[in-house]
């Protein structure tokens, strides 16, 4: 069984970066289209960066410019590289496929505040 487990968030000022770190255990291939999500208190989750296929990513406009996806393909370990955050990027953060295929982790705290 496939368990997801998120790390990496804090509290940081505006303009600072975090780098958050989620860990595919339990898969014995790698999952070409992982993704990071989050979600804001009282607002729905939302899609924040993906793998569109085992190179290519997609981001949303609110972090296009300023958050990176990338994998150590060796370690099936999925980051999200986030720059110049902004107090809107505060949320909790998730990983998971693209559609959502894994039960949800418990995700990492990103809080964005001077």
């Known amino acids: 069984q496939v368990r997801l487990v998120e790390s990496g968030g804090g509290l940081v000022q505006p303009g600072e970066s975090l780098r958050l770190s989620c860990v595919v255990a339990?898969?014995?291939?790698?999952?070409?289209?992982m993704a990071w999500y989050r979600q804001a208190p009282g607002k729905e989750r939302e899609l924040v960066a993906s793998?569109?296929?085992?190179?290519?990513?997609s981001y949303a406009d609110s972090v296009k410019g300023r958050f990176t996806i990338y994998r150590d393909n060796f370690r099936n370990w999925i980051y999200l590289q986030m720059n110049s955050l902004k107090p809107e990027d505060t949320a909790v953060y998730y990983c998971?496929?693209?559609?959502?295929?894994?039960?949800w982790g418990q995700g990492t705290q990103v809080t964005v505040s001077s």
């Open positions: 998971n496929t693209a559609t959502g295929t894994y039960n």
């Open positions: 793998f569109t296929s085992s190179s290519s990513t």
């Open positions: 339990g898969s014995f291939g790698r999952i070409d289209t």
